[in-house]
C-alpha cells in the first residue's frame, strides 16, 4: 500500500524559509513532486505543479518559484524535499506531495504553508 506523509508546514514571516518532507512507502516510484492549491486555496481548486524530480535527478519549476524553491530526493531514506526561501503572502497554500509509479500515481494529505506577517 502506497502511503506519502508530508510534514514540515507551518507559518513563516514573509521573507522566511521552511522545508517541507514526503516520506514515500510502498512502491517504487519514478518521478515525486510537489504541488499546491490553485491561487484562491480552496481545496476544490486545481493543484499547480510547484516542482518535480525524476530518478534520473531531473527537475522542473513551475515559474512563480524558480530560484526560491529547491526540490530534493534521499533515495536511501525514500524520502522528498522542498526547500522553500524567500517565501511570499502568495505562497500561501496547501502543499501536496505526489508520486508516480509506471502505473499509477498517488497524492499525500497535503501541509498547510501560511506566510503572514
Known amino acids: 500500500q502506497v502511503q506519502l506523509v508530508e510534514s514540515g508546514g507551518g507559518m513563516v514571516q514573509p521573507g522566511g524559509s521552511l522545508t517541507l518532507s514526503c516520506a514515500a512507502s510502498g512502491g517504487n516510484f519514478s518521478i515525486m513532486g510537489w504541488y499546491r492549491q490553485g491561487q484562491n486555496n480552496a481545496r476544490d481548486s486545481a493543484r499547480v505543479q510547484v516542482a518535480i524530480i525524476t530518478d534520473g535527478d531531473y527537475t522542473d519549476y513551475g515559474g512563480a518559484v524558480k530560484g526560491r524553491f529547491t526540490i530534493s530526493r534521499d533515495k536511501a531514506k525514500n524520502t522528498l524535499y522542498l526547500r522553500m526561501n524567500d517565501l511570499q503572502p502568495e505562497d500561501t497554500s496547501i502543499y501536496y506531495c505526489?508520486?508516480?509509479?509506471?502505473?499509477?500515481?498517488?497524492w499525500g494529505q497535503g501541509t498547510q504553508v501560511t506566510v503572514s506577517s
Open positions: 505526489r508520486a508516480w509509479t509506471r502505473t499509477d500515481n498517488y
